[in-house]
C-alpha cells in the first residue's frame, strides 16, 4: 500500500542519515576500515532515496562518492 511504501522510504532515509553519522564518527576516531564500509552503505542507501526523489544533483554527488568508497573498498581488500 501507499502508506507501506511511504513508511519504507522514510525509514530508508533515517537508515542512511544514521548510517553515515555513525561513518563520520568512525572516521573522526580513525577506526579504518570500518569507516569506509559505513560510509559506503550510507551513501549507498541516500542514492537509492535520490533516485526514489529523481533529485539529479543527488545522484550525481552520490554516484561519484560511492565511485571513490569502491576505490577505498577493493584497496582494503586487496590489502594495497
Same mark, same amino acid.
Given at each position: 500500500s501507499m502508506v507501506s511504501q511511504t513508511r519504507l522510504w522514510i525509514f530508508i532515509e533515517w537508515a542512511a542519515? /544514521?548510517? *553515515?553519522? $555513525?561513518?563520520?564518527? &568512525?572516521t573522526s576516531w580513525n577506526v579504518y576500515p570500518a569507516n569506509i564500509y559505513m560510509s559506503a552503505l550510507g551513501n #549507498? &542507501?541516500?542514492? *537509492?532515496?535520490?533516485l526514489h526523489w529523481k533529485k539529479w544533483s543527488l545522484i550525481t /554527488?552520490? $554516484? #561519484? /562518492? &560511492? *565511485?571513490?568508497?569502491?576505490?577505498g573498498v577493493v584497496k582494503v581488500i586487496m590489502g594495497v
Open positions: 542519515t /544514521i548510517t *553515515l553519522i $555513525v561513518a563520520v564518527g &568512525l #549507498f &542507501l541516500w542514492l *537509492l532515496m535520490a /554527488i552520490q $554516484v #561519484f /562518492i &560511492l *565511485l571513490i568508497y569502491a576505490a
